[in-house]
């Protein structure tokens, strides 16, 4: 099946999700206007993880003409797998329009929150270096498996090595995080690109279908994000889909405190001022 039935169908899919939530039909954005281009990295802990989280960068490459590279930092934990995965990763990016490279020649091994081993934390610094990225995404502190906690620790070490300016957006999948400042939403267009990556990803969603499930997965993002972002009595927001994060300022490689939460709807362009206090 091709990209773009791939695409049609799930637009039809989700226009009817959409239309049950009783939500209008997503208007698409214009472009914004012309600024210089961001850079941003997306650490994924494991394959598929830049479908599950990329509605932000995804919106960025889209609407701002920002440059995503998306960092495997593992490529699993089955090492009979890992090049089958890197093949399904460069399909996903290939669809997202992600560039893509991996830590490593396969990846690094035994991620975990504890203990953090110096060479990985300087692999990944070697890799902001390169990149001096203005968006950093990595998963929350909390993120409830652990590879995604070992992933954001090895992040967060590895900014303050560099001694980086940008800003880190924290992201959620295993857990929710307590704090996120940021509700991105994705219109059905948009969405459904997410869901034709993540397909991609043929041996993950081979024994677990859960590409099927992420369209309830950021349509619960827009219930929690209404109040969680907005405040507490909150009416939510009136779209269908979103995704959730915290965006945190560090300067000189420290947190340097969150960014004002906001909404970012699908029909307002993204532009790298969003990254302003």
């Known amino acids: 099946m091709s990209e773009e039935t791939d695409l049609a169908r799930w637009r039809e899919h989700l226009t009817r999700f959409a239309a049950l939530l009783g939500n209008p039909p997503d208007r698409q954005a214009a472009p914004a206007p012309a600024s210089r281009p961001g850079r941003c990295l997306v650490f994924s802990p494991h394959p598929d993880d830049e479908c599950i989280v990329g509605a932000l960068p995804l919106r960025l490459k889209q609407e701002a003409g920002w440059r995503v590279t998306n960092v495997a930092v593992t490529l699993g934990s089955n090492a009979a797998r890992r090049e089958a995965r890197w093949a399904e990763l460069l399909d996903a990016c290939a669809v997202l329009g992600f560039e893509c490279q991996r830590v490593g020649?396969?990846?690094?091994?035994?991620?975990?929150?504890?203990?953090?081993?110096?060479?990985?934390?300087?692999?990944?610094?070697?890799?902001?270096?390169?990149?001096?990225?203005?968006?950093?995404?990595?998963?929350?502190?909390?993120?409830?498996?652990?590879?995604?906690?070992?992933?954001h620790q090895l992040v967060v070490q590895a900014i303050a090595a560099t001694r980086l300016d940008t800003v880190l957006a924290l992201t959620e999948f295993w857990s929710t995080q307590a704090r996120p400042n940021a509700l991105v939403q994705t219109h059905i267009a948009d969405t459904a690109r997410l869901i034709a990556a993540l397909e991609r990803h043929t041996g993950e969603i081979a024994r677990n279908p859960y590409h099927l499930r992420l369209p309830a997965f950021l349509a619960d993002a827009v219930r929690r994000g209404g109040e969680l972002v907005l405040g507490a009595g909150e009416a939510p927001p009136d779209f269908a889909f979103a995704t959730l994060y915290r965006l945190v300022s560090y300067r000189a490689g420290q947190p340097a405190g969150d960014l004002p939460p906001r909404v970012f709807p699908a029909d307002q362009a993204l532009s790298s001022d969003l990254l302003q206090p």
Do not use: F, T
Not at 115 to 127: F, G, H, K, N, T
């Open 105 to 151: 020649e396969h990846g690094l091994s035994d991620v975990r929150a504890e203990p953090i081993r110096a060479e990985q934390v300087q692999a990944l610094a070697a890799v902001l270096e390169a990149h001096r990225p203005d968006l950093v995404l990595a998963p929350h502190a909390l993120d409830d498996n652990p590879s995604h906690r070992g992933v």
